[in-house]
């Protein structure tokens, strides 16, 4: 059983930064690979970035790429997400996701086991 804890959500001005935190419960989640999704109001759900278990390899929607970066320590059973240049439209509900599959990096929410409450993140134009 893996239980995960999001964290590091909050009102940002457009341009700015954030780094959001999955904190995870258990000793094989270094074993998992983990997803972030976001769900924006009235949308659904979307993937956004993926690591392996090992953080070895990642993989980014293309929405993302070059102003979000997906890591993680092990040591501390903790996945970031790291976001540079919000933009309005970043605005959503960011849920992190385990999947035992941990070399698998998928988009697919039906391949993870595992997820958190999600953490709000608001981004004013």
């Known amino acids: 059983q893996v239980q995960l804890v999001e964290s590091g959500g909050g009102l940002v001005q457009a341009g700015g930064s954030l780094r959001l935190s999955c904190a995870a419960s258990?000793?094989?989640?270094?074993?998992?690979?983990v997803g972030w999704f976001r769900q924006a109001p009235g949308k659904a759900r979307e993937f956004v970035a993926a690591?392996?278990?090992?953080?070895?390899?990642?993989r980014y929607a293309d929405s993302v790429k070059g102003r979000f970066t997906i890591s993680r320590d092990n040591a501390k059973n903790t996945v970031y997400l790291q976001i540079h240049s919000l933009k309005p439209e970043d605005t959503a509900v960011y849920h992190c996701a385990a999947a035992r599959l941990g070399a698998v990096l998928t988009s697919n929410e039906g391949r993870y086991d595992y997820w958190g409450q999600g953490t709000q993140v608001t981004v004013s134009s």
């Open positions: 690591i392996t278990f090992s953080g070895d390899r990642t």
């Open positions: 258990g000793r094989t989640f270094s074993s998992y690979a």
